[in-house]
């Protein structure tokens, strides 16, 4: 038996959701929302994020859990797509940060980014690679949060990313 926990926070709630995974069937075991406003015990300094896990502790046993996936608001992240000469993964990852530098909202921070190389090529010999970016100081306040609750997340990734890479990989439907 295997328990994941998916948390898919957003501005005004947190979504958390307990899949118990037995044999090679999934289901979900335990649900709850909760809104950041509904939290009344709440001292109005601490951050939502961190109250809506204590509030969540009280009605999960997250101690099980060995997978843990953040989704973050995907407005607090950067999406480029750019086109780059075909070349490795460990070469992309490190030339991305000075390619996708310009496009950044600001560039005073430090951000964290990760790409996908899309299917399809754009022109002979170059390749187009979906970038997202964020902040690395929301990453760290993220695991930092998580952390101080015993939980470690094994992917921090855009809300709707998820969803989006399920039906890239969805193969069609054959006709009947």
Do not use: W
């Not at 898919?8 to 335990?30: F, H, R």
């Not at 009280?58 to 480029?80: H, Q």
């Not at 005073?108 to 970016?133: P, V």
């Amino acid at each position: 038996m295997v328990l994941k926990l998916i948390l898919d926070i957003d501005k005004q709630s947190l979504t958390a959701l307990m899949v118990k995974t037995v044999l090679k069937k999934s289901y979900v075991k335990e649900y709850q929302q909760l809104k950041f406003k509904d939290l009344y015990n709440v001292d109005p300094s601490e951050d939502p994020f961190d109250a809506a896990l204590t509030a969540l502790e009280e009605n999960f046993d997250l101690s099980g859990c060995s997978t843990v996936a953040l989704l973050i608001p995907s407005s607090s992240v950067c999406f480029r797509n750019i086109e780059l000469p075909s070349l490795s993964h460990r070469k992309i990852r490190q030339i991305l940060p000075f390619e996708i530098e310009s496009y950044l909202p600001t560039s005073d921070k430090k951000y964290s980014s990760d790409f996908q190389i899309l299917r399809h090529q754009y022109k002979e010999k170059n390749i187009n690679i979906f970038t997202a970016s964020t902040l690395t100081s929301d990453i760290e306040h993220y695991i930092s949060i998580l952390d101080s609750h015993n939980l470690k997340p094994e992917v921090i990734a855009p809300k709707g990313y998820i969803s989006a890479l399920a039906i890239q990989v969805k193969k069609p439907l054959a006709n009947n």
